[in-house]
């Protein structure tokens, strides 16, 4: 347990956790959130369904939603909200097609006719029916993709995120 050298914010720390567990609060104060070699995954599907894959980092983030994991993202599809080198927190979601929050930001592991690739996009309706979604990007060089439900292998909700500042020297 953590303790203030003031002991008066200690019992404000006390009362705190004390209202988060009596209003059954979503959020966790204390997790230890392990971060992830995305590079070192081939397939969001294998590394849910394998447990090997061993944290290189840990982070603890006061007052973020209970999460699965963190990786560093790769690319510029949702730029400028994140770029390459930020954190995503994510939660796993084992039924995607049932448990699908419209227009949430999701990392997405796709098996298409483009090929096989893991992606980062705000999920939206497709006009085409229930079982097509529409990816979009924050990034306006990218148009939006309609594709099949059946096309994605695995998917992580993105409750939360990091932004790694790299200033010009």
């Known amino acids: 347990d953590f303790s203030f050298s003031d002991p008066s914010l200690n019992s404000f720390t ?24 995305i590079n070192s995954i081939t397939t969001l599907e ?4 394998n447990n090997i894959h061993k944290p290189v980092d840990y982070y603890s983030i006061p007052n973020l939603p209970k999460v699965d994991g963190a990786f560093s993202i790769i690319g510029d599809s949702m ?4 770029k ?24 997405l592991d796709l098996n298409t006719d483009d090929g096989e690739y893991m ?8 006009d085409k029916g ?7 990007s924050s990034n306006t ?12 292998r695995s998917a992580a909700f993105i409750k939360g995120f990091l932004q790694i500042c790299n200033p010009v020297i």
Do not use: A, R
Request: one cysteine or more; charged letters at 15%.
């Open 14 to 37: 006390n009362i705190i956790g004390e209202l988060s567990v009596i209003t059954g609060s979503i959020f966790q104060h204390n997790q230890i959130i392990p971060k992830y070699d």
């Open 141 to 152: 060089h990218y148009s939006p993709q309609e594709i099949h439900v059946s096309t994605v």
């Open 46 to 49: 294998l590394f849910f369904n």
């Open 79 to 82: 730029f400028p909200i994140l």
């Open 84 to 107: 390459s080198g930020d954190i995503i927190f994510y939660s796993q979601i084992n039924d995607f097609k049932d448990n699908l929050c419209w227009g949430g930001m999701y990392l």
């Open 119 to 126: 992606t980062v996009h705000y999920i939206h309706s497709s």
């Open 130 to 136: 229930e079982d097509w979604i529409k990816l979009v």
